[in-house]
């Protein structure tokens, strides 16, 4: 892994630290009402370290990935360039996938509520203005 990639994964941490103190769990879903692909992966890891493998896969079937994809990234130099892009390529896949159907299927993890995100609120407020 190259120094930027260390970098960006430091970023992308403590962007990610600094909104959860802030009490926002998930920056998309805040905003669209509209859950992530990786929407439930942070309890699934808590499921995990509880031993609880069914509850883990319940919120995020691909709790498993990310530690894949960064074993992949640390051992990029090591592998054909072919392999990386492929491995990430399935991996991206899958999330679309997996994700896809999560939003297609009921259930209490990944949420479809754009009237609840923040743009949902200010457009139905301005609109309420202008009446």
Known sequence: MEKTDLKALAAIALLYLAIESLGVTCPILYLTGIACAGCGMSRAWLSLARLDLAGAFA?????WLPPAVLAALLLRRRMPERVFRGFLGAC???FIGVYLIRLLLPGDVVVWEPSQGLLGRLLRGAAERIE
């Open 59 to 63: 919120y995020h079937p691909l709790f």
């Open 92 to 94: 991206a896949a899958l």
